[in-house]
């Protein structure tokens, strides 16, 4: 199966294997609370689900909760980016 991952989160951030990860909400283009998918081990043998990079932050790689082999249909939402620029 496909994998994301959401990088750039505090290296001290608590996170566990199958936690759900949603949307925020933040930047208003996408509504609070869908589900993107669940969070998987970093390695296929064990549970550590953090990944620091470069000392600075950390990643976390998830499942997504789509099944991209089953979508036939897709619809993409592009707000008025003139009615954006307005504010």
Known sequence: RPQCQVDFLPK???????????????????????????????????????????GAHSRVRVEPMAAFDKITFVAVFCPDQSAAAAH
């Open 12 to 54: 001290d951030i608590g996170v566990t294997v199958g936690e759900f990860v949603w949307t925020s909400g933040l930047g208003e283009a996408i509504p609070v609370g869908l589900v993107v998918g669940r969070v998987i081990p970093v390695s296929e043998n064990g549970d550590a689900t953090l990944e620091i990079v470069e």
